[in-house]
């Protein structure tokens, strides 16, 4: 099993910029993809971007294209996620996740069989 842990979360002003990271733990298996997932009180758990390592392609959801940045280590199930330009709205626990089992469904919460605790990101105005 895959043992994933986020850091890198933190409080920071409206434009600033954080890099969150997630790590796997202790002995690991490599995953198919790995993506972040964030969800923000009182709202569902939304897909924010993924990184499939078979080809290195990259997922974002609209909300955040042109601010987000994702990239990884496939062989060290390791994934980063540059986020510049935030916004308050980007406030939320941020959660990485990965596949081993080989759903191939790399944008939806449904594809992935692993989950990090989170981190708590805050965009203040």
């Known amino acids: 099993q895959v043992q994933l842990v986020e850091s890198g979360g933190g409080l920071v002003q409206a434009g600033g910029s954080l890099r969150l990271s997630c790590a796997g733990s202790?002995?690991?298996?490599?995953?198919?993809?790995m993506g972040w997932f964030r969800q923000a009180p009182g709202k569902e758990r939304e897909f924010v971007s993924a990184?499939?390592?078979?080809?290195?392609?990259?997922y974002y959801a609209d909300s955040v294209k042109g601010r987000f940045t994702i990239s990884g280590d496939s062989a060290k199930n390791t994934v980063y996620l540059q986020m510049n330009s935030l916004k308050p709205e980007d406030t939320a626990i941020y959660y990485c996740?990965?596949?081993?089992?080989?759903?191939?469904?790399?944008?939806?919460?449904?594809?992935?069989?692993?989950w990090g605790q989170g981190t708590q990101v805050t965009v203040s105005s």
């Open positions: 996740a990965a596949d081993t089992y080989g759903n191939f469904r790399p944008t939806t919460s449904s594809g992935y069989n692993h």
């Open positions: 202790g002995r690991t298996v490599r995953s198919h993809y």
């Open positions: 990184i499939t390592w078979s080809d290195f392609s990259t």
